[in-house]
């Protein structure tokens, strides 16, 4: 599989399982799902329910390449910039269009595409780089940012922007 491939699978992955990753927790709801998944509709949610697909489309990545018997060097590290990409994009975009015109499904998911696209080339120029070698600084950095989310779904900031979900009129876990 060719590095353009892999990343045009991951923005569709990414897209696509990010529709029923916005659902976990409503179908599982426990610590682990409000972990990992959308506990409200607040942004600080979404930007979660994003990283998360990322992992998801890590592991997917993982292992079609272990069926196909290919190795990327660079995997880890460039799923892990490609996510830490859309979530710092949508975290700067999506408030700006939030407060100019309201919650607008179609302009949401267009945004949201926009910045997975945005983050796989990111991805991409990382997964091309040579002599990388920064997978564990990868695998680390996902955990950080895991327990960072997970710490703030529990514990969320009383910054309205971010973590008010304004459909339920509520901080934190419904």
């Known amino acids: ?38 506990t409200n509709e607040s942004i600080f949610e979404h930007l979660k329910m994003a990283f998360t697909t990322y992992i998801i489309t890590l592991i997917i990545d993982y292992i079609i390449l272990k069926l196909k018997k290919e190795k990327f060097d660079n995997l880890v590290i460039s799923v892990f910039i490609s996510a830490i990409t859309t979530v710092i994009l949508l975290a700067i975009i999506y408030p700006i ?28 120029k990382t997964l091309k780089t040579k002599d990388l070698h920064l997978q564990e600084t990868g695998i680390i950095s996902f955990i950080i940012i895991v327990i960072i989310f997970g710490l703030l779904t529990f514990y969320p900031l009383k910054v309205k922007t971010y973590f008010y979900d304004y459909a339920n009129n509520h901080y934190g876990i419904k």
């Open 97 to 124: 269009i939030f407060n100019a015109i309201g919650e607008n499904m179609f302009i949401t998911l267009i945004v949201y595409l926009i910045t997975i696209i945005i983050g796989n080339i990111f991805g991409y």
């Open 1 to 38: 599989m060719s590095y353009k491939k892999l990343t045009i699978l991951n923005i569709v992955l990414v897209f696509l399982i990010s529709f029923l990753s916005h659902f976990m927790y409503d179908f599982l709801p426990n610590n682990l799902t409000a972990v990992f998944f959308p």
